[in-house]
């Protein structure tokens, strides 16, 4: 079973930053995404960016050109360095990866979910 340890949550004043971490149990190199995802009061869940395996990033329309992400994987970790936060930015952050892992029937893609970290914006 992959676990997933996020940090970095907490309360920030608009316009203030942020940086959340969060470290897998297993070898990031070679997995197929990891990333969050973010779930605000009344909403569904939403992808706020993520990191393939091969470097490539794909991020939510409302963070894009506020929020970068980055990976260590010596550290087996993913950043999410989040500036210029908004209000509206309030959420449970969510740590998530896929693999694909191998079974004797076969490969099949697995994913894996943080506990989620709180990040509230608010003066």
């Known amino acids: 079973q992959v676990q997933l340890v996020e940090s970095g949550g907490g309360l920030v004043q608009p316009g203030g930053s942020l940086r959340l971490a969060c470290t897998a149990s297993i070898s990031i190199y070679a997995i197929n995404t990891m990333g969050w995802y973010r779930q605000g009061p009344g909403n569904q869940r939403e992808l706020v960016a993520e990191?393939?395996?091969?470097?490539?990033?794909n991020f939510g329309d409302s963070v894009k050109g506020r929020f970068t992400i980055s990976k260590d994987t010596v550290k087996n970790t993913v950043f999410l360095q989040m500036n210029s936060l908004k209000p509206e930015d309030t959420a449970v952050y969510y740590c998530?990866?896929?693999?694909?892992?191998?079974?004797?029937?076969?490969?099949?893609?697995?994913?894996?979910w943080g506990q989620g970290t709180q990040v509230t914006v608010s003066s």
């Open positions: 990191i393939t395996g091969g470097g490539g990033t």
């Open positions: 998530h990866l896929d693999t694909i892992q191998h079974y004797s029937d076969g490969p099949r893609m697995d994913e894996y």
